[in-house]
């Protein structure tokens, strides 16, 4: 009976979440720890001078003071989430962004690629004073990364390695505030996928290549069809298929697809979350 009520109140909080929403992490380490002003300068920012007089925000709103262990949305876009850290004696900045698949399409919820936007947030820290670098030297630094990265978030190159930064994916626990802002971007943006009635072994090149796109990601599974499609993170752990009156109808040790039998079903794999599979 206990088991029953549990899937019966799963269910009901996965009813509202929507299946095809999900969050793309990665840290971007700052390898050189000179490009800085002053120590902690990464985690505080400071005031800046506007019309001259000491101001937290710039003259277009940014916030320049930062405070510690505090989650902020990106300027240029408030559909991209940032966490300020530091990891291995290095200042690390982590990203958080918000996306959709709708039959084997991804779609990033931001309105601007990621390159764009850490350029805009990194011109700012120099406008702000958090920087050792004259306007012109951040543009030069900020435009040779805007590459690089709009490539690693589209899965066309597994990391990101320059003499000042290293970008990979991001393996730790998502900040509360984040995890919050990630759900609320997924409950008010996304429009329901339409189904075309297409077969898993039927898709067109434009959807390989971007289900290809998954194995680079830190993202949930992703249902299409009839299959469960597993990131690399959960691959080799066991799995289980419950229908929804709590009954295990299916398990296994997840690999690269799940088919499933039902649906809609419940998949639990590993430690994560129980995934509502319609």
Known sequence: MKNLLFFISLFAALAFANSDCHD??????????TIWLRNEMF??????????????????????????????KAYLDSNVFLYRQKESGAYALYVYMVYEISNGEVQSLATHNIGEIFKDEFLHWQQCGMLKLTYEGADSLATSLVEPLNDFFEGKIDVVLTENFYVDMNPHKMPSQISQWVQETCATEQSPPSDTGT???NRGPEALESLQWLKYSSAGVVFENGVAHIPNYLRGEKYFVFDMNGKVVQKGVAEESVYMLITPAILKIGSKKPFLLK
């Not at 793309?24 to 720890?33: G, H, I, K, L, P």
């Not at 005031?47 to 003071?65: H, P």
Request: with cysteine; proline share 2%.
């Open 43 to 72: 985690y505080s920012g400071c005031y800046a001078v506007v019309d001259d007089t000491l101001s937290e925000t710039l003259i277009d709103g940014y916030k320049c003071v930062k405070q510690r262990d505090k989650a902020e």
């Open 199 to 201: 077969s898993p072994n």
């Open 24 to 33: 793309f992490a990665f840290v971007m380490t700052f390898r050189d720890s």
